[in-house]
């Protein structure tokens, strides 16, 4: 064990040049504490698990975080991994460790339904938590990195998970809190894992790059230095590569060659004000020659997350494209560290650094965001889109600065200004000319937003499919859940039908009632209007609660004694069957037809429609035309149970629409394959459609759904034939 005690050692001495003796000791003894609880315990790597605390107290301290950091980062695991209770961490190292570890701590004994649902609790808590102690996910910051430096030693769907959850969670959090070197080190090692055929491209071109200009960041930076510190001699010059995920998102995500990648290479001018940092600019933009477009003034206009700097690309007198970035050296530490600044020059939580509580107020603003939400996975949405890297500055008419997210739209600035502009916005002008209300804003524009006068004007129920931050969204779905209930219940109930009809889940109307009812209670509703109104607002979404409704159609179906098809195909032997093969409950020697709409086929769920002087018209059940609910369908009297007699043997029409690629020959081979299967063909026609492939239609004879799905399955098969799909359906 000496050479695992000689990596704290290493740590130890360091710890002076920020904090006391006094605490010292304290982090000392935190770290014997957390060794002797993780003792026989190892990683995957095989190495003894205290060397996974020590490094993240490492990188805390790099970071410049207090003592208590260093103390919940080495005892970050003990509640999870060992025996150790919180109040024995209360009690020997006091409540703000205490607090800090319990909130570093995953829900793991939670029981919740998926890992999607596991995550998105995580981090809500982790949020609740940081909102009172910004402390808590920057230590989760580092004990994530740590984690991806050694991801290698864990198995391959477990290193893809974790890098996919870095990218998406912890990768923003980071840009968010501005602390740009654990942001950039998240993403390369994530892109490392989920794409590593990518990574070592982009790492090949770079360095290929690099020989073919071995010394341009050095010789620029000493061209730049004769000249700027002939003006500022205390400026500091430096330069860097972009990381290899800031390339990765411009070449696959972007669509750019590496050639059209205009700041692999950067360079960074640091001075003591702002007035330097403006002629700075004007000596760089003297010395080459800039590119349109290309400069942004982030000192007069911060991004989110407090970053200021100067940014301009230029073009060296070889025709190499690279960026300048100049700031001060406040302006630095913020970009470098972001809210860990606060810790690393002393000002920490308390400190009287003026935009400190701005800094934390995003958090604030995410957790009451989400408070009218049903779903625990918004949050995570809320992590994908809205803390995305790329912002875009939007101005109103009075020249207030708005930052959004890339990719947002005049509802998202409307609900950005404040709540009650989003609700009584009629439309939006950008730069004096009126737009639609999915327009994209860009950075610059002045945005007018248009807005009724009417007190009963609210949103419209579509704009929850145009707006692109969570926030417009939840402030959506909140105004519709407290005006428009009775609306929301409608809404959800035809929500709902469609989903049902879609997923092809067919219940009587006694077993639908419990159906639902156990849908809603598994969403935390008593009242099944409750959840219907959930559903019309969007707040519960049918898509994620699928899978539960399919596994509960299940149940229900084997309750009652076998697959739906065979509950309603049963024939009633007292009842006559029509030459059509249909069985009328309660009516003998009836006209029955085939309703053209669906094409019912024996094996198919049906049900029968009484018309005027035309007998009875048989649907699928799950045919457009078939109100969803009958008891609250205009004539449900007029609906009635139908069924397949058992011996029908009659052929029945089906029409088939075949997508296929041209070529010669195909369809050929179609009718080869339908006349080995003695399938009669009725009718054939084809059509080109505009991405160049083509539909053949064809209506043939078959005698049932399960003889169908066998010449289906058959087609299928067939080189070109790309799907089959049934009209009708």
């Not at 002076?16 to 000791?25: F, L, N």
């Not at 609210?458 to 909140?478: E, F, H, Q, V, Y």
């Not at 309750?559 to 065979?566: I, K, T």
Request: aromatic share 8%; hydrophobic share 35%.
């Amino acid at each position: 064990m000496a050479e695992y005690d000689d990596k704290f050692g290493e740590l130890k001495k360091r710890l002076s040049e920020q904090y006391s003796e006094a605490e010292i000791e304290k982090v000392t003894e935190a770290y014997k504490f957390a060794k002797e609880a993780h003792k026989g315990q190892c990683r995957y790597s095989g190495e003894p698990y205290i060397m996974h605390p020590v490094a993240v107290a490492g990188i805390l301290f790099d970071l410049g975080m207090d003592y208590e950091s260093l103390m919940a980062a080495l005892l970050h695991d003990t509640i999870e991994d060992t025996g150790t209770g919180l109040d024995k961490l209360r009690e020997l190292f006091g409540e703000d460790v205490a607090n800090l570890v319990d909130g570093v701590t995953k829900l793991g004994k939670v029981p919740l339904e998926t890992r999607e649902e596991r995550q998105a609790e995580n981090v809500r808590k982790m949020f609740i938590a940081m909102s009172k102690d910004i402390r808590v996910v920057i230590i989760k910051l580092a004990d994530r990195l740590h984690n991806m430096r050694t991801l290698e030693y864990m198995r391959d769907q477990k290193r893809r998970d974790k890098a996919q959850e870095t990218l998406e969670i912890y990768a923003p959090i980071a840009h968010r809190l501005g602390i740009r070197t654990v942001k950039e080190e998240l993403e390369d090692l994530s892109i490392r894992y989920l794409d590593p055929v990518g990574y070592k491209e982009i790492e090949d071109l770079v360095n290929r790059n690099d020989k073919v200009h071995p010394n341009f960041i050095p010789d620029t930076i000493a061209a730049i230095s004769e000249r700027v510190h002939e003006l500022i001699p205390d400026a500091k010059i430096d330069g860097r590569r972009k990381s290899v995920h800031g390339i990765y998102r411009k070449m696959y995500i972007q669509n750019r060659e590496f050639d059209e990648i205009y700041d692999v290479y950067a360079i960074r001018i640091i001075v003591d004000n702002v007035v330097d940092c403006y002629n700075c600019l004007g000596i760089i933009h003297d010395m080459y020659h800039s590119l349109p477009g290309r400069f942004k003034d982030y000192i007069s206009t911060p991004k989110s997350n407090m970053y200021q700097s100067l940014h301009s690309t230029v073009i060296s007198p070889e025709g190499i494209p690279f960026e300048i970035q100049i700031r001060t050296w406040e302006m630095h530490h913020t970009a470098e560290y972001g809210i860990a600044a606060h810790w690393k020059y002393k000002l920490g939580v308390s400190g009287k650094d003026g935009d400190f509580e701005q800094r934390l107020a995003w958090v604030r603003q995410v957790l009451e965001s989400q408070q009218d939400s049903d779903d625990v996975e918004d949050l995570v949405t809320t992590l994908k889109t809205d803390f995305v890297p790329d912002d875009v500055f939007v101005f109103t008419p009075k020249g207030d600065v708005i930052n959004i997210p890339y990719g947002s739209t005049v509802i998202d600035f409307a609900y950005a200004i404040h709540t009650q502009v989003g609700h009584k916005m009629t439309g939006a002008k950008v730069d004096g000319r009126i737009v639609p209300i999915d327009y994209k804003v860009k950075t610059g524009q002045i945005v007018e937003i248009l807005r009724s006068n009417d007190p009963n004007k609210g949103p419209s129920r579509d704009w929850l499919n145009i707006a692109k931050t969570s926030s417009a969204r939840t402030k959506i779905r909140g105004w519709f859940k407290k005006e428009r209930r009775e609306e929301n219940i409608e809404e959800g109930k035809a929500e709902f039908e469609k989903e049902l009809r879609k997923n092809g889940i067919r219940l009587f109307d006694e077993e639908l009632e419990g159906f639902i009812r156990t849908l809603a209670e598994k969403k935390g509703f008593d009242d099944i209007d409750e959840f219907f109104a959930a559903i019309g607002y969007r707040s519960i979404s049918l898509e994620k609660l699928m899978p539960f409704m399919k596994d509960e159609y299940t149940r229900i179906l084997k309750a009652s004694e076998g697959p739906r098809d065979e509950i309603v195909v049963t024939a009633k032997p007292h009842h006559s069957a029509s030459p059509e093969g249909i069985v009328v409950e309660g009516i003998d020697n009836c006209l029955v037809k085939l309703a053209k709409c669906c094409n019912p086929l024996p094996g198919d769920d049906i049900i029968g429609f009484v018309t005027r002087g035309h007998g009875v018209s048989v649907h699928k059940r799950d045919c457009t035309n078939v109100p969803f609910n009958i008891k609250d369908s205009a004539e449900p009297e007029r609906w009635i149970k139908v069924y397949w007699d058992a011996n029908v043997k009659e052929e029945f029409n089906s029409t088939l629409d075949i997508y296929c690629i041209s070529r010669i020959g195909l369809m050929a081979e179609v009718s080869t394959t339908l006349a080995t299967m003695h399938v009669d063909i009725r009718s054939i026609s084809t059509r080109d459609l505009k991405d160049g492939t083509k539909v053949l239609t064809m209506t043939i004879a078959v005698n049932g759904v399960e003889h169908l799905n066998n010449v289906i399955r058959y087609l299928k098969k067939i080189d070109g034939v790309l799907s089959v799909e049934r009209t009708g359906v």
